[in-house]
Structures are given as structure tokens and as C-alpha cells.
């Protein structure tokens, strides 16, 4: 047995742990050094100054309406930070500070402690808002008071405001503080843009600095409407200040840095006529029929939305710095549902208005011709029971002209019935409804064109498709509702025939693809043109059902070319309840809606073009529990439609807003 | 008394204080590891965080280890040297077919995906390597044999892995096995002589190979080391900002979870390579000594024990485990603290992660058995 290793093992151990001994004292010497001989040294490095960027909010877009009128812009705002640190270790030294600066700035008691509680429960080291938008007086007194308030700095930076308050809450939405659900959603989605994983390293940096810029206190962000949507090019890119950070992070000053300016945000412009839209709020405001309802007006010739409001709106401005959970409460429980954008989120049964798409149908398909005539007795048995007309006494013998001008629902009882739902979905779509529009606001609902598929798969109802909702849906009524921008768009297409472009809200900001709408597509001739007639007649012939409010110019007051211009239009009003057979009086009429609770009142509709010769505006107009369409609807939309020509939007070149100066470096000409 | 074929006999019979010096290093891991996760003082809130999962983690991977440890250590060490060759054999097919199919994971292409497994073979080669030189050695003496040639025959065998997992490429593990493997042929003992030479050629050769055999990133580090000022944001920062954190450490130490670098992020790794920052700036210079004087304590320990076999297997594969020990404590103490070039090797026992605890919790199991067997100076019968 060779026994060599074995006798040379124990020198060659010595060896082996002699340099293992070097190896653990060479790495003893290192440490020695650095921590018993060098330590003051890395102990100053731990504490030395560096620079640190930090975000600065950029400049937020401007938003304007179609003739530069500013609607949503920055005003420079004055505000007051606390940081925490700074103020004191315990609770009791930053609640000191803050009852100071509170007094100073006649802060509420609970404004004052919920300012406490945010101080003691974030991070430290992170400034906190605690007052903005104040007076250059108060400014100043925190400016002077500041050195004896430790933590409290006076900030001057842009606070959002709406110019035109109430007009545009809806549409524009407003801005405010951003909430961990809003940062979370918006480093989604910036992440997504920028496809990049959230685990990555890209990824996490991207995320910090968003969580960063957000978390600063003069930083806001779009909660809903355009603010919301359009966020990501509104808000711009944040420029950088930088910061002398000792390593422990403590901020010791801030380095003047021009060269980190950021890129402000994109201007926006909307196809809105802020002067229509502000006429459209006082015309439903100084009528008393009118406490809640909206109105859509959409260009014909080009798909501007022109003016789209909602009433009653509160004032966004509220918003921007926060609004108390009492007046919150009381707009968010009011029965005109004033938070609510009944133009774009709100669906009605389109009632009456949706005559036009039945006789379109009836006609398209073949199953009626203009000249079939109908008997109306005042109602009609189909199936399993009489639906009533809205006229107890009957129509007598109507056509498709006539049961247009009077809205004779037997006339419609019989054209859906003959038509099939089939059908009438088919002109619906081809008509705009059934579709949510996507205009660059957040929310936004699609109304229901129903069929049988539709029905089978509504996951509430799956039930095949009975003639009798045939019926119901010949009248607006049933499963059928629209919003009012889809009414909009219906009118728009039934008077601008099938070359009518598609509505559009953003004229330059950024883009809003819909690629998912219906196009109209040609009808058979004479459909299109035996629908217009019958709403002429609505307006225009003796026994319409708005001739009291069917003249746009009885004066002739209109500028050229509109002068003496007519308009076209349908009325409806929209049941909310069920009328039961106990309620009709003994001639079958319904009790008037003026004797019943606001509530429960008829919603009142008109949809209208002008002028008929060659459709321009089109409008469509919503009165919640308004009653009659067309006695309460229809002189708002005939008030909204000679506004709109008088002042003709349309014809004035839109506004191109100035290129800002990053832009322009970039090469980028101020058109 | 106890009957000396029972396991029970075999328990009271393990090497009980290198057990306990695990044991300790392990406890004192998940310390600095509940620190790592943890703040006395959050810089986001000032107030005290604490987030143990990283302590968790590791101590539940230590209890699975040490039972593993306790496996390998209990069964017969012939076991194991039967299984040397084939431990080998797969190990080296297994970086075939890395470089064939494996997952390439931060540049590196180091991860085999083996249906519901994922394997880094090149692990594997840190046990194997040894056990395998010490099967070998083992066979070739009893057979007589003797000369030059074994020796040569032996660093093949070592090279063959090293060249794979040198073109993974990781630098770092290619030259721990390589260290395991010269270790082995050192204690078999080859000339002295021969030795030194090669150590002086390797030195001549050292400036060829800095500017032709390595990757432009490797040369990048061994120059961030001995400049790390440099580039301040680049890749010395993290040496610098762990540095700052070892020297601000001090004689004591700043306590527990009082430690102000790890607060801000400016170390990446630190839980896993760069666990050692926690132990100097927390512990200070008295605390890493009690650490490196752990480590010294079970490498004596284990060369006592090499020294004891009676074969030649148990004595060669003990010695090699311990060479890896050596070089994994020597090397990532010695990076973090930039003596080294940074290259991605573990401190075992502490730091956060799992392979490195696998090989060396199977590695001091390996120790024990040498321990357990000492007196059987296995003749060749038997092995397969």
C-alpha cells in the first residue's frame, strides 16, 4: 500500500492553514482598516453632502374650447409644506407647529388634525401640503413667520383652475391629489406603455419616480373626465430640482437648475363652444321646468361636438384642494344627480325620438311604404293585450308622414310589427345608437339596441326575444335606451345622410381612436328624405307635435346665410315608471305629470337639426322629469339651435394653440 | 451503553462542536438577514420596520439543510465514494447540456431546466470535483501507483468542468471548483517543486490572460477594485457604498438593525453577496472577527478531521470541501471588503439564497461522515 500521502498529509495541512492563516489575516488587516483606522473618514463619507434629483411637477396642459377660450389652465398658486423632520421628533412638537401655522393660516380645527394625524403617520421626510391656493397676504405672513416655524416652507408653484366653473365639470373633470389607487393605476399604465416588466430595473426606477412626482405636494392628478383620460399628455414631464442629501437622506438645500427644466404638457383644444355650452346652462337654468337634464349639439358638416353639458354641475375648482366630505355628500345624494354626466353616462328610453330609426326601418326593409295607412283608434291590441296610444282619442287614419308629425303610436305599434326588431336594430346601429363613443372623457355608456341575440345573452334576462317587446321597442319604450350624445349622433346622421363624419370632442391633445363604430352606409332613396319630412312636419305643419316651438326665426333676425332658417325635429318623452291600469282616468289618460313627485315625472326629449334646407347643427336635448317633450324639450333645443346659428361655431377656423418653447427648440414651427 | 452498530451510537458520535459552530454561523446568518429586511429607524416613517421574511427564509432552508447534513453524514461513507464517479459523470453531462439548453439568466448561462427542476449543475461540481479527485487518488494508491502522470490524469479531470463553467461564463464558481480540484491534487501530494513552478508560471501568465482571456466586464471590475472612486455611480458604487458602510461600522458596530446604509438602497445584493456589509456596519470590527473567527474554527476543524481518516478517500475529499470553504469565505469577504474583484460568490451560512447553503450544508455532512469513518481505511472491496 503506497502510504506517501499519508506521510506527507500533515506537512502539506501546515501548509494549507498557513496560507488559509494569511489569507484570514489579510482580510483582518483590511477590515482593521477600514473600521478601526479609516473609520472617521467613512464615517464622514456616510454623512457627506451628494446631490439628489428630485421631481418637479411640470407644467399641466392647458385645455381650451374651439376659440382658445382657456377652460381648464394653471394660475400660480401659493402654498405652504410641512415637513415632518423637520418639524419635531414627537407628536406633540409637530402638532405645535401646525396649530402655529394653522392659526396663521386659519386652518379648521379638523383640518388642523387631520394634518397631524398625515404628518405622524407618512414618511418623514416627505413634505406634506398643508395649505394652497392662498392669498399673496398669507403668502407672505408664512414667508415671514417661517424661520421660527421649523419644517414650514412657503412654495410658490400651478394650481389647476377652471375658469368657467360649473360648464365643464363634466366634460373636463378636475384634478386633485393623487390617492395610492390613482399612483397605482398610473404606473400601470406607464409601465405598460413604456412596455417594461414592473420587476425590472427600468421597470421599479420608472415606478419610483412616478410614485415620487405624484407624492410631491404640488402635484395633482386627473380624477375623471378629460383630466383623468388625457393625464399621461396633459401632465407633461416633470422636470428635476436638485437636492444637497447627506446619505442618511436628509434634504439640507435645494441647487437652482434650469438645465432640468421638464417638457410641459400638451395643450388640448375641444370641439366645444364654451359660449354655446354657457348659453346651453343658462337656457336650462333660467327655465323652471328644467332642474336637471343635458344637452349634446353636434356640427353635421364636420362631427364637432360643439356643446355637451350636463345640469346641474358643481364647480370643479372645489375639488382641486380637496372638497369636505359634507358639501361631497350632499352633491353625491342630490336627486338632479349632479355628479353625474347625463349627456355621456346617462341612458334613457329614447321614447318618441326613436320613431325615426322604426320608420327608417319599416321603410328600408320594405315591410311599410310611406303611403300605408294605419288606423289609430286610440289603442291597439296585439298578442296579449292593448298598448295604448299616447292620445286616448286616436289618430285616426295616419301614414308614416303623419305618425312622424303627430307621434302616433299606433302608426309605429304596427311599422315595428311588420318590421321585426331585426331590422330595427340594424337601422339603430347604422344610426349611431348601441355604442359607446369614445371621446377622450372618462366614463361614457352605450345605450341598448336590442335584439333577439341581444336578449338571449343579456345574463340578466336570457330569454328569447317575445313579438310583444317588438312592439314596446317600436316606441322608444321597453328594452330600448340611448344616451343623449348617441341621440346626437342619430340626428346628426339621419339629417347629414351617410357621408356624416363621425362626432369628435379632442381637436388636437392627443388622440381618441374608435375604430369600433357602425358606419351608416347608404339607404334605398326617399328613406332618409321621408324621415326628415315627417320631423319637418313635427316643427312645421299644423298638428305637429312641437309647432308651438318649430320656428328657429319667426323674425328673421338670423345672419346670413340661416336667415329665416327651419328646423326639423322629434319629441319624446320617456316613461320612468310603469303606468298601471289604475292610474288612467276613466278616458285611459295617465295623470298629468305635473301632479306627481318630481321624480317620477316623464323625462323630457327633442332631438332637432337646423337649418333643413342643408343640416348643419344637430341637437339633442334631455329635461329629466321635464314632463312633455314637446312642450318643455323642444323650446330648449329650438333656443339652443338659433343660438347655434346666430353665432355659427362651425364657420370659424378652429384654434391652433402656440407651440411651447421646449417644442419649438425641438424644431417644431408655431403654426 | 449503547451498541455501536445503532444510529443512535452513530449520533453520539458526530463531530458535535463543528455541528455547533454551524449551528451558530447559521443563527447568526438569520440575524443579519432579519436586519436586512428590518429598520430600527425607517427613513420612509422614522419609525421601526420589520420584515422578517428574509430570517424566515433562511432558517427554514438551514432546518431542511440540516437534516440533508445529518443524511449524508449517517450514511456509510463507501456510499459515497461509490457514488463519486457517477456524481462526476452527471455533473459534467448535466454542463453539456447547460451549454447546450440552458437558460441564459443575467448574461449567463447557468440554469438547466430538467422538467419541474431547475439545476445549476456547475453547484454540483463543487462536491463532485473533490469526491471524484479523492476516488480516484484513493484507487490509484492502493494500487500502487504512483508518479507524475496521476497528478495529470487528476487536474483533467478538474479542467474538464472548469472549462465549461468557465464558458457559462462564471468566472467565480470555475474558480472554486478549480481551487477544490488543485486542493485535492496538492494534498495528494505532488512535488512541492512542481508547485511552486506552476504558481510562478500562473503569475507570468496572469497579465495575458487579464487582456486576452476575459470579458471586457471582468477587467471592468478588477479595475472598479482598485479604483473604485472612479466611477462613483458606475459599477464601483456599490464596492464604495459598501465600503462606507463597513468602515462607518467602527470597533463596535452600530447596532442591531441600526445600520443607515442598507436604509437607503445604496447597496445592491446586500442580502445575498453583500451580507457581510450588514455584519461590519452593525457589528462593527469586533463582530466580523467573531465571524471570520467562526469560519477559521471549522476549517481547522476540518482539517483535523482529513487529517484523521485512515483513507485515502475520506482524507482528499474532506480536504477539498474545506479548500471551497476557504475560497468561498476568502473570496466574497475579500470583494466586499475590495481586495477582490467583484465576482458573484455567497458568504455561506449568511447570505440570503439557496444554492450556496445546498452545497455546503451536503459538504460538511460529507466532513461528518469522513468523521464517522475515520477508522476504516476502506480497501477497495465493495466500491462499485
Keep these: 500500500m503506497n502510504r506517501d500521502w499519508k506521510n506527507l498529509f500533515p506537512s502539506r495541512r501546515m501548509i494549507f492553514l498557513g496560507a488559509g492563516g494569511v489569507v484570514f489575516l489579510g482580510l483582518t488587516a483590511r477590515l482593521a482598516e477600514l473600521q478601526l483606522f479609516r473609520q472617521q473618514e467613512f464615517e464622514t463619507k456616510a454623512r457627506e453632502v451628494r446631490i439628489k434629483l428630485e421631481p418637479a411637477p411640470p407644467h399641466r396642459g392647458t385645455i381650451y374650447d374651439r376659440n382658445g377660450r382657456e377652460l381648464a389652465s394653471s394660475k400660480r398658486n401659493f402654498y405652504v409644506t410641512l415637513r415632518p423632520e423637520v ?65 414650514i416652507s412657503a412654495e410658490v408653484g400651478e394650481l389647476r383652475s377652471y375658469p368657467l366653473q360649473a360648464a365643464f365639470y363634466h366634460t373636463i373633470g378636475y384634478v386633485q391629489k393623487a390617492n395610492e389607487a390613482d399612483i397605482t393605476r398610473i404606473v400601470e399604465q406607464e409601465l405598460a406603455a413604456a412596455n417594461e416588466a414592473p420587476e425590472s430595473p427600468e421597470g421599479k426606477a420608472r415606478a419610483a419616480a412616478i410614485r415620487r412626482l405624484y407624492k410631491h405636494p404640488a402635484m395633482r392628478v386627473g380624477k375623471q373626465g378629460i ?34 427644466a421638464g417638457r410641459p404638457g400638451k395643450d388640448v383644444v375641444l370641439s366645444i363652444d364654451a359660449e354655446l355650452q354657457n348659453f346651453a346652462i343658462q337656457r336650462f337654468g333660467s327655465d323652471p321646468h328644467a332642474r336637471a337634464g343635458s344637452a349634446v349639439m353636434i356640427d353635421i358638416a364636420t362631427g364637432d361636438v360643439v356643446c355637451m353639458m350636463s345640469t346641474p354641475a358643481p364647480d370643479p375648482n372645489l375639488f382641486v384642494s380637496g372638497i369636505p366630505s359634507g358639501p361631497y355628500k350632499a352633491l353625491r345624494e342630490a336627486e338632479e344627480n349632479p355628479l353625474y354626466h347625463k349627456a355621456y353616462d346617462g341612458v334613457y328610453p329614447p321614447g318618441s325620438t326613436f320613431k325615426m330609426v322604426v320608420a327608417a326601418a319599416a321603410l328600408e326593409s320594405g315591410a311599410m311604404k310611406p303611403e300605408d295607412q294605419v288606423h289609430c283608434p286610440g289603442k291597439a291590441w296585439y298578442y296579449t293585450r292593448y298598448y295604448n296610444c299616447w292620445r286616448p282619442e286616436g289618430h285616426g287614419v295616419v301614414n308614416l308622414h303623419t305618425g312622424l308629425q303627430k307621434s ?23 344610426f349611431g345608437l348601441g355604442h359607446r363613443y369614445e371621446l377622450g372623457i372618462t366614463g361614457g355608456k352605450s345605450g341598448v339596441v336590442p335584439n333577439n341575440e341581444w336578449k338571449l345573452n343579456n345574463p340578466r334576462i336570457r330569454e328569447r326575444w317575445y313579438p310583444g317587446d317588438t ?19 342619430m340626428v346628426s346622421r339621419i339629417a347629414g345622410g351617410p357621408s356624416t363624419p363621425n362626432p369628435r370632442l379632442i381637436m388636437s391633445g392627443f388622440k381618441v381612436p374608435d375604430s369600433t363604430i357602425t358606419p351608416m352606409g347608404e339607404f334605398k332613396p326617399g328613406v332618409l328624405e321621408a324621415v326628415r319630412a315627417g320631423m319637418f312636419a313635427v316643427t312645421s305643419e299644423g298638428g305637429g307635435t312641437a309647432v308651438r316651438s318649430g320656428e328657429l326665426d319667426p323674425e328673421g333676425k338670423l345672419p346670413a ?28 289618460r295617465a295623470i298629468a305629470n305635473d301632479k306627481l313627485p318630481w321624480k317620477l315625472r316623464d323625462h323630457a326629449l327633442f332631438v332637432a337639426y337646423a337649418p333643413t334646407d342643408k343640416p348643419r ?6 329635461v329629466e322629469h321635464g314632463g312633455s317633450g314637446s312642450s318643455v324639450a323642444a323650446p330648449i333645443a329650438r333656443d339652443l339651435l338659433a343660438h347655434a346659428l346666430r353665432h355659427d361655431p362651425g364657420a370659424r377656423k378652429p384654434f391652433v394653440p402656440q407651440q411651447r418653447d421646449v417644442a419649438a427648440a425641438d424644431g417644431v414651427q408655431p403654426t | 451503553m449503547i451498541r455501536k452498530d445503532t444510529l443512535l451510537y452513530k449520533l453520539t458520535q458526530l463531530h458535535w462542536f463543528l455541528l455547533l459552530t454551524i449551528i451558530a454561523m447559521a443563527m447568526f446568518g438569520t440575524l443579519i438577514l432579519f436586519s436586512a429586511g428590518s429598520s430600527a429607524h425607517d427613513l420612509e416613517t422614522g419609525l421601526l420596520r420589520i420584515d422578517p421574511r428574509f430570517a424566515i427564509d433562511h432558517l427554514f432552508r438551514f432546518t431542511v439543510m440540516l437534516g440533508v447534513m445529518l443524511f449524508v453524514a449517517l450514511l456509510p461513507l463507501r456510499l459515497w465514494a461509490s457514488l463519486a464517479y457517477p456524481a462526476y459523470a452527471i455533473g459534467v453531462a448535466l454542463l453539456v447540456m447547460v451549454d447546450l439548453a440552458g437558460n441564459i439568466v443575467n448574461g449567463s448561462q ?19 470535483v473533490p469526491l471524484a479527485l479523492a476516488r480516484f487518488y484513493h484507487q490509484m494508491f492502493a494500487a500502487g501507483r504512483s508518479g507524475l502522470w496521476i497528478h495529470i490524469v487528476a487536474f483533467v479531470m478538474v479542467m474538464l468542468p472548469v472549462g465549461f463553467v468557465l464558458k457559462q461564463p462564471d468566472l467565480g464558481t470555475s474558480l472554486m471548483i478549480l481551487g477544490a480540484g488543485c486542493g485535492v491534487i496538492f494534498f495528494a501530494g505532488i512535488s512541492l517543486r512542481l508547485v511552486a513552478g506552476i504558481i510562478v508560471l500562473v503569475a507570468a501568465m496572469a497579465p495575458l490572460v487579464y487582456y486576452f482571456g476575459l470579458h471586457d466586464y471582468q477587467r471592468e471590475r478588477i479595475q472598479t477594485m482598485w479604483n473604485p472612486e472612479a466611477d462613483p455611480l458606475g459599477a464601483g458604487y456599490q464596492l464604495q457604498q459598501g465600503m462606507i458602510a463597513i468602515g462607518s461600522g467602527g470597533l463596535a458596530g452600530k447596532g ?68 471551497t470553504l476557504l475560497l468561498y469565505v476568502g473570496i466574497n469577504v475579500g470583494m466586499v471588503i475590495g481586495l477582490l474583484p467583484v465576482v458573484g460568490i455567497p458568504l455561506p451560512l449568511i447570505s440570503y439564497g439557496g444554492t450556496a447553503i445546498v452545497t455546503v450544508m451536503i459538504g460538511f455532512g460529507l466532513l461528518m461522515a469522513v468523521h464517522l469513518n475515520r477508522a476504516n481505511d476502506m480497501t477497495l472491496r465493495g466500491l462499485i
Design chain 1, 561 to 588: 346665410p340661416y336667415t329665416n332658417a327651419r328646423m326639423a325635429g322629434k319629441s319624446g318623452s320617456a316613461q320612468v315608471r310603469v303606468i298601471t291600469a289604475a292610474e288612467r282616468d276613466s278616458r285611459g
Design chain 1, 227 to 260: 383630466e383623468a383620460y388625457g393625464e399621461a399628455e396633459l401632465k407633461g414631464e416633470p422636470g428635476r430640482i436638485r437636492l444637497l442629501q447627506n446619505a442618511t437622506g436628509r434634504v439640507i438645500d435645494r441647487l437652482p437648475s434650469e438645465d432640468l
Design chain 2, 256 to 323: 442591531f438593525m441600526e445600520g443607515a446604509q442598507k436604509e437607503l438602497d445604496y447597496i445592491p445584493e446586500q442580502h445575498t453577496d453583500f451580507i457581510f456589509t450588514i455584519v461590519a456596519e452593525e457589528f462593527g470590527f469586533a463582530g466580523s472577527m467573531v465571524l471570520l473567527a467562526a469560519w477559521a474554527i471549522a476549517i481547522v476543524q476540518g482539517m483535523v478531521i482529513a487529517g484523521a481518516s485512515r483513507s485515502a478517500f475520506g482524507s482528499l475529499a474532506a480536504s477539498g470541501f474545506i479548500v
Design chain 1, 408 to 430: 302616433c303610436d299606433c302608426y309605429f305599434y304596427k311599422a315595428a310589427e311588420r318590421t321585426g326588431i331585426e331590422e330595427i336594430a340594424k337601422v339603430a346601429k347604422r
Design chain 2, 110 to 128: 447557468r440554469w438547466l431546466t430538467l422538467g419541474p427542476l431547475t439545476l445549476q449543475p456547475s453547484e454540483l461540481m463543487k462536491i463532485a
Design chain 1, 87 to 151: 418639524a419635531g421628533k414627537t407628536r406633540e412638537e409637530i402638532g405645535k407647529v401646525i396649530e402655529r401655522v394653522g392659526r396663521l393660516l386659519r386652518l379648521s380645527e379638523s383640518k388642523m388634525r387631520s394634518l397631524l394625524q398625515e404628518a405622524v403617520a407618512g414618511p418623514r421626510h416627505r413634505d406634506i401640503l398643508v395649505a394652497d391656493d392662498l392669498t399673496w397676504q398669507e403668502f407672505a405672513q408664512v414667508n415671514v413667520m417661517a424661520p421660527e416655524l421649523a419644517g
Design chain 1, 471 to 489: 312592439i314596446s321597442a317600436g316606441i322608444g319604450q321597453g328594452y330600448v335606451t340611448a344616451t343623449p350624445f348617441e341621440l346626437a349622433v
Design chain 1, 617 to 622: 347643427y344637430a341637437v339633442s336635448v334631455i
